[in-house]
């Protein structure tokens, strides 16, 4: 996921029982804790760990993490690594979707989340959430970022040149040390499978398997996003032209969504509507910017991906209602992100590979590109951080069994790049959910699939069939309800 793409979302020391799957000399000191969403007590812990590992004796940083116990303790059962994505999420936040999502596995295996540096717990970088004004009555496209950016990078208690994955990855392996872990299953989501690969190249002696889900390929800068923006989009368009229905009651949405990005250019409607949060009286400022990225985040979820249609219909027929409901959403979900540290991942390891040309190719194809590339481009110019080197973004090459999951519809990473990170995984398969949105793993059977290739360690004789079940939602042809679609061959 990247910045406000988030869809899908302690603390100090005891002695703690011995991790099943593990080598350790001693036992690894932890407290029982609480996260929310689980109405169980798990185990947390927390690292002083150098802000700058070329000074270790420097200034120190926590950094924090959590294990969910496996439900019946059994030796030897190596636990699974579930790394978030972002850049800039909290994984600690994520505990109870983790733990849903990986109930099977967690029958046998410990679950170990780490909050990267710079996220959740672990010395947070984000920005004050009122430095950009409440997003209703925003004009967002007036804004002086660089002025808010430059701002919000003074408040800022760290040196951000130390946030990059690297820099995490020495984190990582100092706390699966601490933990006495000998190797352990890793799976990482869409920025997280990048946290996965720099694993396998830099401590495959630590790691059984991998599952990526939404593939990051190590040689593809995240900034093109907008490119997989624009694949789903036109997906969704098609779809409703396809569908009987849709077309029916909505005509051309393409060009629908268009017209009405045109007439918002001109002039941004200015609305007197209620907080559907607060339920109190709001100014709602509708800009071609919060309408383009409402749909857009819609795109990662297959229920709300379902309202686009008749969210845009109700647009351009000069009712915003459904916007603003979908724009509430789309800001919410974008409060999981770490900005601070977003940045400092971004413009280490992205922004620098991007060329003059690839970056006026985006600005042009798309209001999403040209929004995206100016953002990162002033950013970039205020947080400083040296660039990754050329190796960093080198294809990765291993032999550790490794398990590949893209959704058909993602609109961050598509199918494309798990073909393209695949290339170099000599012992790998690549499963394509043909309805899946981003996030394999949370819309779809491949819990199971996951189960079955770490508790086999192989991915021969997977049965993956299910993933072709046909699970797609109608979509709403009005504000009450939903209407059965008519399935494409």
């Known amino acids: 996921m990247i910045f406000s793409l988030a869809r899908c979302r302690a603390l100090l020391l005891v002695a703690a029982p011995l991790i099943a799957g593990v080598v350790q000399a001693q036992p690894a000191v932890m407290s029982s804790c609480y996260l929310d969403g689980l109405n169980e007590q798990i185990e947390c812990g927390s690292l002083s760990l150098p802000e700058d590992y070329t000074q270790p004796k420097g200034h120190q940083i926590e950094v924090h993490f959590a294990r969910i116990p496996a439900i019946k303790q059994v030796p030897g059962m190596a636990p699974l690594l579930a790394i978030t994505g972002g850049p800039g999420q909290s994984a600690l936040n994520d505990a109870a979707l983790f733990e849903k999502v990986f109930s099977r596995i967690r029958q046998k295996r410990d679950l170990i989340l780490i909050d990267q540096r710079g996220t959740g717990r672990s010395n947070l970088l984000n920005c004050d959430a009122q430095l950009f004004g409440s997003p209703l ?30 820099n995490a990855l020495k984190d990582f ?62 997906q969704l368009f098609e779809e409703c032209r396809q569908d009987p229905h849709c077309h029916q009651q909505f005509g051309d949405i393409e060009q629908k969504l268009g017209t009405v990005l045109s007439r918002l250019a001109a002039k941004p409607v200015e609305l007197q509507v209620t907080d559907p949060l607060s339920a109190a009286p709001a100014t709602f400022l509708v800009t071609p910017t919060k309408l383009q990225s409402a749909v857009r985040m819609a795109l990662y979820s297959p229920s709300s991906r379902a309202l686009v249609p008749f969210t845009i219909d109700q647009a351009w027929r000069g009712n915003f209602q459904p916007l603003l409901g979908m724009q ?41 590109g040209k929004n995206m590339v100016n953002l990162f481009s002033t950013a970039c110019t205020l947080w400083q951080v040296p660039a990754a080197t050329a190796e960093f973004g080198e294809p990765l090459t291993s032999e550790i069994p490794t398990l590949l999951l ?78 059965p679609v008519t399935r494409l061959k």
């Open 328 to 368: 509430v959403t789309s800001e919410e979900d974008g409060f999981g992100i770490a900005l601070g540290m977003h940045l400092s991942v971004i413009c280490a390891e992205d922004q620098p590979r991007l060329t003059a040309k690839e970056a006026r190719r985006l600005s042009n194809a798309s209001l999403t």
């Open 173 to 234: 392996e100092a706390i699966r040390q601490h933990l006495g872990i000998d190797r352990w299953h890793l799976y990482g989501i869409s920025y997280g499978t990048r946290m996965a690969q720099l694993y396998m190249r830099h401590h495959p002696q630590a790691v059984q398997t991998v599952t990526l889900d939404g593939v990051v390929p190590m040689d593809q800068p995240v900034v093109t996003i907008s490119d997989a923006v624009a694949r789903a989009s036109m």
């Open 406 to 483: 893209s959704g058909e519809k993602d609109p961050a990473t598509p199918p494309s790049w798990g073909i393209k990170a695949q290339a170099g995984l000599s012992n790998s398969l690549h499963l394509i959910a043909p309805y899946a949105t981003h996030g394999v793993a949370f819309q779809s059977c491949a819990p199971r699939i996951i189960r079955a290739f770490i508790d086999s360690g192989s991915i021969e004789s997977l049965e993956t069939d299910c993933l072709q079940m046909d699970t797609r939602r109608a979509f709403y042809l009005n504000a009450n309800g939903v209407e």
């Open 137 to 166: 009555p925003t004009n967002d496209e007036t804004l002086n970022y660089e002025q808010l950016l430059s701002q919000c990078l003074s408040t800022m208690d760290a040196d951000v040149r130390h946030y990059d994955s690297l």
